[in-house]
């Protein structure tokens, strides 16, 4: 488990409409709050955006169940620095991608033999602290991924699940995290595995229904191969994804960029990958209760699924309009001051 990183493991609500809101936030220290506030938010914002968000899951005509607890809703409107409607179309774009492709994305149970595999074999781990910029690292081994055990699956499942144990915290909100893939050893039958469309699927998932701040994607070791397919995806990315993007020829390098200490043992650092990979694998059956009860989360697949955004079918006027009103004001409280 991540050291500084506020974790909740209670059980979850997917009610749109709950008896009771949980509106339980972990306290921030100083540090996140003035990253917090950089992003637009205060104690105003905060509690107005989250009911304005409640609100609009409540009347949207295609969510039929959706989490509504505060550590879910600030995880998008952080994301897109209280832009409401950003925010908005983020989470429905996030149920869609749930919804349609569920393969990769639910049944995140540490307990399947795939995913429990990839973690022993420490393909995806987090790194024991946060950085110097108070963000969550995260590391990859390429070896840990054999093509003649595992399916393409199994690693999509395996990054999802670390990031939805992880984005929903105040720290990788408001700081940001950091992905370290080592692709020294990479198994080279795994790239004939996903096709094309796959990665053109993928490519428009990550710009369109990842609510996560990613602030670095450092890749090292790279052989020539993987090098020109990930040039091919990285075209497919957003100018911000690809302005964040570092490729290191030597560990050295790396470590110019990222503080060794932090890395595993065998990468410079003080603890070996597998004790890692360990500890986080106790951290997922402990997430596990609130992660297979993602999968419940459901939303209405339509031939038009911007309707509701055109011509606010199944929403009040004034209502979507208001919605709209959002998008030209920086967070919530441009809109109250007028």
Known sequence: MTEGVGFRFGKLSVDKVPDVYDDEVLE?????QDLAKELGENEL???QSIQQ???WIAKHPHIKRCRTDAPFLLRFLRTKKYSFIQAAKTLESYLVARTKHRKWFNNLDIDEPELSGLIDACYLFPLPRLDSNGRAVFFSCSSGFDANK?????PIKAIHMLGEIFYETNEAQCAGCVWIFDMELIDMNALGLITVQDIRTLAELVNTAAAARIRELHFINTPAVARTIA???LQLMSDKIRSRVFCHASLGDLHSKVD???LPKEFGGEIPAAELAASYKDLCRKMRPRLLTLD???IELTDNPNSVWTNGEGLEEGAIGSFRKLSS???FLDLVAE
């Open 28 to 32: 921030m220290s100083q540090f996140y």
């Open 296 to 298: 419940e989360m459901e």
């Open 329 to 331: 004001c920086e967070n």
């Open 150 to 154: 595992n399916t393409v699956i199994g």
């Open 45 to 47: 914002s905060r509690q």
């Open 260 to 262: 060794k200490t932090l």
């Open 231 to 233: 040039n091919l995806v």
């Open 53 to 55: 968000f409640r609100d």
